[in-house]
């Protein structure tokens, strides 16, 4: 199934995003609990000591140089050179009748660890971070000793050295897969799959396959497919495929397709939320007329005879779901509206009058602001048709200018107002973007942004 929406993550997204979580695992790292050591070894015409290495604390851990690489097909790579780290403890000796203690520091240098990442998606579709290997190698340990005995710190020192080493080395992979489980994988998680928009619709983000590494970016692709909250049914046309541009200018890219914009006529239609009525209380007051049959009657003479100086109602509905299209001149849509004019008699029961044919040409603009992609509509010139009359024949052309006055002038400000609310961006928690970029192709609009992080 093609995605009706896509993101991209260029490298200079992932090198963001890697500074941040580089920063997380330095910490988790600071904190390495490391286990009391205790042994022997033999001297030879000396005979047998017995060593303790206990209150091992941590006392830094820096990863000065690291990166992030695309690997094509699999995930992502992370690479940390030239670590170090700082320590202290304490320790006791005994040989014969020697007995000593003491406290010690010790240096672990040129630390280098290599993490891959296999990135995937749940039943939920929710993605999905696991530690595919990990490989830790330490070149240097070096121990300093306090005490009397130099000549036996020397042979102690090159007995634990390589304990230390290979206990580092574990808890090190350890640290980077606890790290992964308790803080990367839960905040891909706050990615909202499914996010509800207004008390008719939501929309459906969740992945239909596991996230692409390319040599260039890692692509996500989602449903990108709006719904009615009350009653959700199969939408009746797929998402075609997005030729995504070369583009890596920005962190991240966001690619919603046709389908994705058109089934959100689909679901708001479905949800019937796609009427909308006009009452005399609603005109500007800088409008000079009344919706009324006295104001009516100049352009449909026998309404004044059949219904004299009566309040009117306008009910707008779409009789099928408005589709839209995209392509490199921009996002344009033809919506075909029917407009049932009504009298409202003294009674409060509203007398049919006629009903009406409305097709236009509106094109809109679109933006992101606060993580939404926002939009308002322009409308063009208004054509008219007669579809049934319960007053009579008239002359349809003569209501063109009444008409152009409610679409701009009511009709279109509400719609722009519910637009500039706009709809939620596929985001995780705590990201803000900037730096937007709109650009239309064929079948999809392209937004690009850079990203910041708000860490709590």
């Known amino acids: 199934t093609n995605p009706g929406f896509v993101v991209r993550i260029t490298q200079a997204g992932l090198d963001y995003a890697h500074q941040h979580a580089i920063a997380v695992l330095e910490k988790e790292l600071a904190q390495l609990k490391l286990p009391d050591i205790s042994g022997d070894f033999r001297i030879r015409h000396v005979g047998k000591v017995r060593y303790e290495i206990s209150r091992l604390d941590l006392r830094s851990f820096h990863l000065p140089y690291s990166r992030i690489s ?7 790579q992370v690479a940390i050179s030239n670590a170090f780290a700082e320590l202290d403890g304490n320790w006791r000796v005994k040989l014969h009748f020697i007995r000593d203690h003491g406290s010690f520091d010790l240096n672990v240098e040129n630390v280098y660890i290599k993490i891959n990442l296999k990135l995937g998606s749940d039943a939920a579709g929710k993605p999905t971070a696991d530690t595919a290997d990990c490989s830790t190698r330490i070149s240097k340990v070096r121990v300093h000793f306090s005490g009397k005995f130099g000549w036996l710190y020397n042979l102690f020192d090159r007995a ?16 980077v897969a606890s790290s992964v489980r308790s803080e990367l994988q839960p905040y891909l998680r706050t990615l909202p799959v499914t996010a509800r928009i207004d008390a008719k619709a939501g929309i459906d983000y969740s992945l239909v396959a596991p996230p ?13 497919e709006f719904f009615s909250l009350a009653h959700r049914s199969a939408v009746p046309f797929p998402p075609l495929a997005l030729a995504f ?11 919603a397709s046709s389908y994705f914009f058109n089934t959100a006529g689909f679901a708001y239609h479905a949800a019937g939320a796609l009427v909308f009525e006009i009452t005399d209380s609603m005109i500007p007051k800088g409008v000079e007329f009344h919706l009324n049959t006295t104001t009516f009657s100049a352009f449909v003479p026998q309404l004044e005879k059949m219904y004299p100086d009566t309040p009117m109602k306008l009910r707008l509905s779409a009789p099928s779901a408005p589709f839209l299209t995209i392509g490199p001149g921009g996002l344009s849509l033809t919506p075909v509206v029917d407009i049932q004019a009504y009298a409202i008699l003294p009674s409060s029961s509203l007398a049919p009058l006629f009903l009406l044919g409305l097709t236009s040409n509106v094109s809109a603009v679109v933006d992101v602001k606060s993580g939404h992609i926002v939009g308002s509509l322009k409308v063009g010139r208004i054509k008219l048709s007669l579809k ?9 052309r003569t209501l063109q200018s009444i008409m152009n006055i409610f679409a701009s002038s009511i009709l279109l ?7 500039d609310q706009g709809f ?14 709109v650009r239309f192709h064929q079948n999809f ?10 860490p709590r």
């Open 413 to 419: 400000p509400r719609l722009n107002a519910r637009l």
């Open 388 to 396: 049934h009359s319960d007053v009579g024949t008239f002359q349809v």
């Open 445 to 454: 609009l392209l937004l690009g942004a850079d990203v910041q992080y708000q």
């Open 424 to 437: 939620p961006l596929p985001l995780p928690d705590r990201i803000q973007l900037s730096n937007i970029l």
């Open 212 to 224: 692409t590494a390319t040599a260039q970016s890692l692509d996500v692709g989602l449903k990108g």
């Open 70 to 76: 695309l690997v094509p097909n699999v995930g992502l």
């Open 245 to 255: 541009p070369p583009d890596h200018d920005r962190m991240v890219y966001f690619g």
């Open 160 to 175: 634990i050295e390589p304990r230390f080493r290979d206990i580092l080395q574990s808890k090190v992979c350890e640290i």
